[in-house]
């Protein structure tokens, strides 16, 4: 399989035309037989040196002329998730001082998998978000195939229930931690839009959609499988960044969720009655990435169930382009702006 071609694509942004071109793969995906292959293959000899790579290029983005350092405070906080008893991490991002602010609880991407709050690429989105005047709380859940700050690592419902209790602790704790209980929002990308959602379900199936006022989830990973006809972005963008099309994602999060097209794992199967007193929402989905079209179908979903709900397309970018803010940073800013905005009401 060869890599599609970028430099004759005259949709995408020259600046994302470049990156697709180092970024993505020509390597097709392969499909496993189980969760134990995928944890092997994801800690081989290659593929931990290819994060190791991906690592040394995001931590170059935390520096001052991506995302400035002026006015904002950086500390780490821990709570115990429930019903787990795990340690979780968050690193809380907000300008300086004990003013009250809204928040944002960010839920970084990497498909549910990888990835970390403290990658620096998150580091400084955080810090773009906060400089618009909001506390930004990266919560770093467990990952269910390499391990972010949580050492441990865990299928599907872990990373929902440290995401969960990070959003309680949250509202449990305002008061201390100078945020408005009434303008908490829950935000994320890739694999953080799908458990961005999630959250969601969880709390209007659990009573408790009033603990936050809105949900903003960028390029949403809700579907799981892949190609879906009804989802054309899949086979037309498959390899702009993203390669799709091998069952890993699936095996990797628990297959039990998957076969069971569990809502709260996979929110594109979201029936209406599920989605129904959903807190407002916002889907924010990139032009030419292969999970285009499942974010647009998600709001369909939400607007068909009544959901308070808004669709943004980000013209000529690729998938995530808004959390690697030094590729089009007046399109991350644009979108950190609209966040806060969003968390303010």
Known sequence: MTLPDFASDDRLDPRVRRV???????????????????????????????????AEATNRMNREEVASFAGISTETLT??????????????????????????????????????????????WGRLIAAEGVAVALIDFRNCLTASSAPEVEPFPAGLNDCMSGVRWLSANASDLAIDP????????????NLTLAVGLRLVADGQADLVTGL??????IAGEYPQP??????????????????VGRLAYGIEAWEA????????????????GMPRTVISVNECDPLRDEGIGMYRKLMAAGVPARCRTVMGTMHAVE???NVCPEISRDA?????AFAAG
């Open 20 to 54: 697709l071109g180092i970024l993505s793969s020509a390597a097709p995906a392969k499909d496993l037989p189980d969760r134990d292959a995928a944890i092997a293959a994801a800690n081989s000899d290659k593929a931990v040196a290819a994060r190791a790579m991906v």
């Open 79 to 124: 709570f115990t998730s429930t019903p787990d008893g795990n340690t979780i991490n968050v690193c809380m991002i907000r300008p300086e001082g004990d003013h009250v602010v809204p928040c944002v609880a960010y839920l970084h991407g990497g498909g549910m998998m990888h990835q970390s709050a403290y990658d620096g690429n998150y580091q400084a």
């Open 182 to 193: 009434s303008r908490i929002v829950v935000a994320g990308e890739s694999g953080g839009g």
């Open 216 to 221: 903003y989830a960028f390029c949403p990973y």
């Open 230 to 247: 009804d989802l054309p972005s899949t086979v037309e963008l498959e390899g702009y960044f993203l390669r799709l099309q091998s069952n």
């Open 261 to 276: 097209r569990n809502p709260q794992a996979w929110p594109y199967y979201a029936s209406a009655d599920d989605l129904a």
């Open 323 to 325: 959390v690697i803010p």
């Open 336 to 340: 950190a702006r609209d966040l806060a």
